[in-house]
């Protein structure tokens, strides 16, 4: 086990006293557990570098770090005098960072994620006994019914749309902040392709088909468990109207009209500073 960890408490990232926002991505010494009574400590591979995953090609060396550990502490304890907490969403706004994560903060999401996970999973969903962790892999195992349970990953597609005049469909979803608008996303469904979600999910909300649909990019974004998956498409045909049940608002927006945007550290941003900067690696066919 490492000698320091990322420090969680529900959803937030939490730091002691001598630790200062300017080193929130920084794993702190794992001896601060010990006061908090019923601290649950956990060690994972990071990614695919520990030797029991080692792929069976030659990848060059591992890391030097192989391994992340982290605390977990439950919402209900209270915190020692002086410790901070930052919600752990707010914390890549807080670095400033982008999608092409620096290794620290890739390390404290993924460390997050699963954290949630082993907190989501202490009981069988099958049976109901108490779970325990697999011996040789990331999973939760049930010593009742052997039922082995693997940390959840949800996919999820988010599309930028751009008509034939250059601009760009932004959205107002009722979930978002005040007068904030984004790309249309959405949940990908069981037995449907990714492109076939960002066809159903553009045609449900805004009621308009789109055309020449391509992979972009991906983030990792553990709130709680997705996988964004960033396309491009463009409009085909039909008028927008939204559907008034997520999406309150949508307009096609040119560079000098643009509403207020989605912060930085997110895909949907990523994608619209592209087109703004006008980084045209949009795909023109399917």
């Not at 009574?37 to 990614?47: K, L, R, S």
């Amino acid at each position: 086990m490492n000698n320091n960890a990322f420090f969680f408490q529900g959803n937030t990232l939490i730091l002691p006293p001598d630790f200062s926002e300017t080193q929130i991505d920084t794993e702190i010494p794992v001896e601060y557990s010990k006061l908090f009574t019923g601290a649950d400590i956990f060690t994972i591979p990071e990614y695919k570098t520990a030797p029991a995953y080692q792929p069976p090609v030659d990848c060059g060396p591992l890391k030097e770090n192989g391994f992340i550990t982290s605390v977990y502490i439950k919402p209900d304890v209270a915190l020692p005098p002086g410790w901070k907490s930052f919600m752990v969403r707010q914390v890549m706004t807080m670095l400033n960072a982008d999608v092409n994560f620096d290794s620290s903060l890739t390390r404290l999401l993924r460390a997050f994620h699963i954290a949630q996970w082993r907190d989501d999973t202490q009981f069988c969903g099958r049976c109901g006994a108490k779970n325990t962790d697999a011996e040789n892999e990331i999973a939760r195992y049930c010593p009742l019914c052997e039922k082995l349970e693997f940390p959840r990953i949800s996919p999820a597609v988010i599309t930028i749309v751009l008509n034939d005049n250059d601009e760009i469909l932004l959205a107002h979803n009722k979930i978002f902040a005040t007068r904030v608008y984004s790309h249309i996303a959405g949940f990908n469904e069981a037995g449907e392709s990714l492109e076939e979600t960002v066809r159903r999910e553009i045609f449900e909300e805004v009621n308009i088909l789109v055309k020449d649909v391509c992979y972009i990019k991906s983030q990792p974004w553990p709130f709680p468990n997705s996988l964004m998956i960033g396309f491009f498409a463009r409009y085909q045909s039909g008028e927008l109207k939204p559907d008034g049940i997520e999406i309150e608002d949508a307009r096609w927006f040119s560079r000098d009209n643009l509403p207020e945007l989605p912060r930085k550290g997110s895909l949907s941003r990523y994608l619209i500073d592209c087109w703004i900067n006008d980084r045209h690696f949009f795909c023109k066919t399917q």
